[in-house]
C-alpha cells in the first residue's frame, strides 16, 4: 500500500468520526490507567460497568489500597483474570504513592515498570491522558492493520513500528482510536463488514463480503 492511499484512509476514517477517543468511561489519567488495566482479555462495557461503581468508591491510589484486596476483587469480580488484575491494581497504587507522589507518570519508562502495565497499556495512556501521539496495537488494530495492508506485520511490536512509520503526523492522536474502533465494529475478526465500510475501495483484503 502506498502512503498516498494511507493518506486517504485516515481522511476517510477521520470524516466519519472527527473526535474519536477511547469508549473506556474515566475523570482521570489514574481512572483510565485502572480501566485499560482492567480491560486486558475483557470488553470495554464489562470494564465500564465494573468501574461504575468501583471509581465512585474509590478514586485515587489511596482510596483503592484502602479497599483491600477482598474489597477490590468484589468491585472488578465480573471481569476476567479478576485476582491477577486485582494484585496488580493495589501494587501499581502502592508504586503510585510511592514513587510518583500519587499522580500518574507522564514517562513510557515510568508506566511500564508499574505492575499490571505492558507497552498497549503505556501506549493508551500516554495518547488518551496525556495527548501523545502513540499507537496501540491490540487485536482489533492488529487484524485491521494486516487485512488493509495498511501497515502489515507478523507482531504486535511490528505492527506498531509500522503504524508509526508510515502514518502521517497529522493523523498518529487519533489513529489508535479510529482503527481500533474500526476493527470493533466493522473489519471484525469472523465477517468483516465491507459492505458498510468506508475504506472498502482502499483495502487489499481479498476475501470481501457484500455485507
Not at 79 to 105: S, Y
Request: hydrophobic share 40%; with cysteine; aromatic share 6%.
Amino acid at each position: 500500500m502506498n502512503n498516498a492511499k494511507r493518506r486517504i484512509i485516515y481522511e476517510r476514517l477521520r470524516e466519519a468520526n472527527p473526535a474519536p477517543d477511547t469508549e473506556l468511561n474515566y475523570r482521570t489519567p489514574f481512572e483510565l490507567l485502572i480501566a485499560v488495566i482492567l480491560s486486558a482479555q475483557a470488553t470495554d462495557v464489562g470494564v465500564n460497568r465494573a468501574t461504575k461503581t468501583l471509581f465512585r468508591d474509590a478514586a485515587t491510589p489511596a482510596a483503592m489500597l484502602s479497599l483491600g484486596l477482598d474489597g477490590l476483587k468484589a468491585h472488578i469480580k465480573s471481569i476476567g483474570l479478576f485476582n491477577t488484575k486485582a494484585q496488580n491494581i493495589l501494587k501499581t497504587c502502592r508504586a503510585l504513592l510511592d514513587e510518583h507522589e500519587g499522580a500518574v507518570p507522564h514517562d513510557r519508562a515510568a508506566l511500564e515498570a508499574l505492575p499490571g502495565v505492558g507497552r498497549k497499556t503505556a501506549n493508551v495512556v500516554l495518547n488518551t491522558a496525556f495527548g501523545e501521539p502513540t499507537i496501540a496495537v491490540d487485536t482489533h488494530i492488529f487484524r485491521v492493520a494486516n487485512r488493509t495492508r495498511l501497515a502489515a506485520g507478523k507482531t504486535v511490536r511490528a505492527v506498531e513500528d509500522r503504524l508509526l512509520k508510515v502514518t502521517p503526523a497529522e493523523f498518529k492522536q487519533g489513529a489508535h482510536h479510529w482503527l481500533i474502533l474500526h476493527g470493533r465494529y466493522v473489519c471484525v475478526a469472523r465477517r468483516p463488514r465491507c459492505g458498510a465500510c468506508v475504506i472498502e475501495d482502499l483495502c487489499d483484503f481479498k476475501a470481501k463480503t457484500d455485507t
